[in-house]
C-alpha cells in the first residue's frame, strides 16, 4: 500500500507493504500521472488519493505514534508552513498552524541556500540573528548582510537563527521540542535551537506514521483547556 | 433609455443610528444603505498598500466603485472601528466624497439581547442579521432559540464568508459581531468575553489591529487563532477543519 506526505516542496511516500520510503520533489511528483495513494495527506496529495487526511492530524496522530510521553510538544517545520501540537496527558492541550508567511519555513532557506551553495551540516551556528519577520524582509537582511561584507555563510546562520527563534516562540518556548520535517537534517538549524531548548529530532516522517493508523484521534481529544 | 443606476448612501463600521437617520433624510430616504466593508465586486483601486487589512481595502475599492453614485458615506471613526477607519474618512474626504464622520460614545452603547449570537442555525446567515441590526434596530421576528455551544467564532465578519461554512450550526459567536449584536461596538469587556471550555477560533483578517486579541485570547482559552488576508484558501480550511474535528 503506498502512503504520502505531499508537502509544499518535497514528497514522501512510503510503501508500507516493503517498508521502502522514496522522497521526490513535489515538483516531479505532480508530473507523474501513474502516482496514486491510498492514503495521503498534504496539499498535493488531495486528487491523488483514495483517502485524504488533513496534515495537523496526521502530523498529532503520527506524534503519538513515535512519542511515548504523556506530555510533550512537537513541532514541524515544513517548505511553506509550521504546524505544532502540545500534548498534555496525551490529549492535544493546543494546536497551532502558521500558514501564510515563510518566514519559519523550509522554503525559503532551500533558496537561500542554494544560491549561496551553503552546507548547512557544515554551518556553524552564529550567536547572531537577523530579524525574520517574513521570508521576503529576512531574504532582504541576509542580502543587505552580505552586500556590506557579512560572509554568506554567516549571513545565513543568522538567518538561520531567526527562524529558530521565530520556532521557539510560535511554540509557545517549551523546555523540550519534537521535531519534524526537513529540518531534522539541518544541522545548523538542530545546533541553534538546542541553544534555546532540548531538541529531539523526529525525522520526515511524522505525517506518515499517522497514516499508518496507529493512533486515532477521537473528537473531542482536544482538551481546550489553557496551558 | 436605460434609467441611471441608483444612487446609494455607503456606511461602515457601526455608525450611530442617529447619523445614518440624518443622513437619510438629508440624502434621500430611499436610498439604499450599502455596507462597504462588504466585498461588494468592486477592484482593487490600488490606493492602500498591498499589506492592509482587507476590509478597510474594501471600503475604499467600493468606494471607488460606486464612486458618483455614493451620496453619502456614513464613518464610523470610533472606537469600535479602528484608526485605519479614521484614516480613510479623511482620505475619502478628499478624494471629494461627502464623508459623516460617526462615533459612537459608551453613553450610547445599547443593551440589546444575543439573539443570533447564541441560537442554533447556519453561521453564514447568523452573522448576516447580525450586521443587518446595524442598520435595522427592529427585532427579528423569527427570533430563534438559544443553544448550548459546541464551538465559538470570535471575531468580524470575515471578508471571505465561505470560512463561516466549515462550522458546525451549533457555534456561538464572540468578539467585535456580538458586540454589535448588543449594540456596543467597542465594549472591550464583551469583545473579551468568551464561555470557557467552548473550543473557539479566532478570527481576524491579516494585518487588523485585533490580531493582538486573538493572539492572547486564544492563549488564554486553549483556542486557535486564524488570520487570512484575502479568500480562504486550502491551508485555512485544513487549519480550521483539524480544530473543529478534534475538539
Redesign the interface.
Known amino acids: 500500500m503506498l502512503i504520502a506526505d505531499c508537502g509544499s516542496t518535497w514528497t514522501k511516500i512510503l510503501d508500507t507493504d516493503t517498508e521502502r520510503l522514496e522522497i521526490i520533489q513535489t515538483r516531479e511528483m505532480v508530473k507523474r500521472d501513474d502516482l496514486f495513494f491510498e492514503i495521503a495527506t498534504g ?1 498535493s496529495g ?1 486528487n491523488r488519493c483514495r483517502l485524504y487526511r ?4 496526521a502530523l ?1 496522530e503520527g506524534s503519538l505514534s513515535l512519542v511515548e510521553e504523556e506530555d510533550f510538544s512537537v513541532v514541524d517545520v515544513g517548505g511553506r ?1 509550521l504546524k505544532f501540537i502540545r500534548f498534555a496527558g496525551r490529549k ?6 502558521n ?2 508567511c515563510g518566514s519559519s519555513t523550509g522554503a525559503t532557506i532551500e533558496l537561500l541556500g542554494n544560491y549561496y551553495q551553503a552546507d548547512f551540516d557544515a554551518l556553524a551556528p552564529s550567536r547572531k540573528w537577523i530579524n525574520v519577520t517574513c521570508g521576503v524582509f529576512g531574504m532582504e537582511k541576509v542580502l543587505e548582510h552580505v552586500s556590506t561584507g557579512t560572509d554568506a555563510g554567516e549571513s545565513l546562520a543568522m538567518f538561520i537563527h531567526g527562524l529558530v527563534r521565530n520556532v521557539f516562540d510560535f511554540t ?1 518556548r517549551p523546555d523540550r521540542l519534537f521535531l519534524s520535517g526537513g529540518f531534522c537534517a539541518n544541522n545548523c538549524f538542530l545546533q541553534t535551537l538546542a541553544k534555546y531548548c532540548s531538541v529531539v529530532a523526529l525525522g520526515r516522517t511524522v505525517p506518515l506514521e499517522g497514516l499508518r493508523g496507529k493512533h486515532h ?1 477521537e ?9 | 433609455m436605460v434609467p441611471a443606476p441608483e444612487n446609494i448612501i455607503g456606511y461602515y463600521g457601526f455608525p450611530r443610528r442617529e447619523d445614518i437617520r440624518l443622513a437619510r433624510e438629508r440624502y434621500g430616504c430611499h436610498l439604499p444603505l450599502v455596507d462597504l466593508d462588504v466585498y461588494q465586486g468592486a477592484p482593487d483601486s490600488g490606493l492602500l498598500g498591498t499589506t492592509t487589512c482587507r476590509i478597510i481595502s474594501n471600503i475604499v475599492d467600493n468606494a471607488v466603485f460606486y464612486s458618483r453614485r455614493l451620496s453619502a458615506v456614513i464613518a464610523d471613526v470610533g472606537e469600535g472601528k479602528c484608526d485605519r477607519g479614521r484614516h480613510i474618512a479623511y482620505l475619502l474626504r478628499g478624494m471629494g466624497f461627502q464623508v459623516i464622520e460617526s462615533r459612537i460614545t459608551e453613553a450610547e452603547f445599547e443593551n440589546r439581547p444575543l439573539v443570533w449570537s447564541r441560537s442554533a442555525g447556519t453561521l453564514r446567515e447568523r452573522v448576516n442579521r447580525i450586521m443587518d441590526s446595524v442598520i435595522d434596530a427592529a427585532p427579528p421576528g423569527d427570533t430563534p432559540l438559544p443553544c448550548a455551544p459546541t464551538h465559538g467564532f470570535w471575531g468580524v465578519p470575515p471578508h471571505d464568508f465561505r470560512i463561516l461554512d466549515l462550522f458546525p450550526p451549533t457555534t456561538h459567536i464572540y468578539g467585535w459581531t456580538r458586540c454589535v449584536e448588543a449594540g456596543r461596538p467597542s465594549d472591550l469587556e464583551l469583545e473579551c468575553s468568551i464561555d470557557e ?3 473557539t477560533v479566532f478570527f481576524t483578517q ?1 494585518f487588523c489591529a485585533k490580531q493582538d486579541l486573538a493572539h492572547y485570547l486564544a ?7 486564524v ?1 487570512c ?1 484575502r479568500d480562504v ?4 480550511g ?2 480550521v ?3 473543529l ?3
Open positions: 496539499h488531495k488533513n496534515e495537523l492530524i498529532a508552513d492535544i492541550q493546543k494546536l497551532d498552524w500558514l501564510a509557545g484521534l473528537e473531542a481529544d482536544l482538551t481546550g483547556g489553557a496551558p | 471550555g467552548v473550543p491579516s492563549e488564554k482559552f486553549g483556542g486557535m487563532e488570520d488576508h484558501n486550502d491551508s485555512i485544513g487549519k477543519e483539524a480544530f474535528k478534534l475538539s
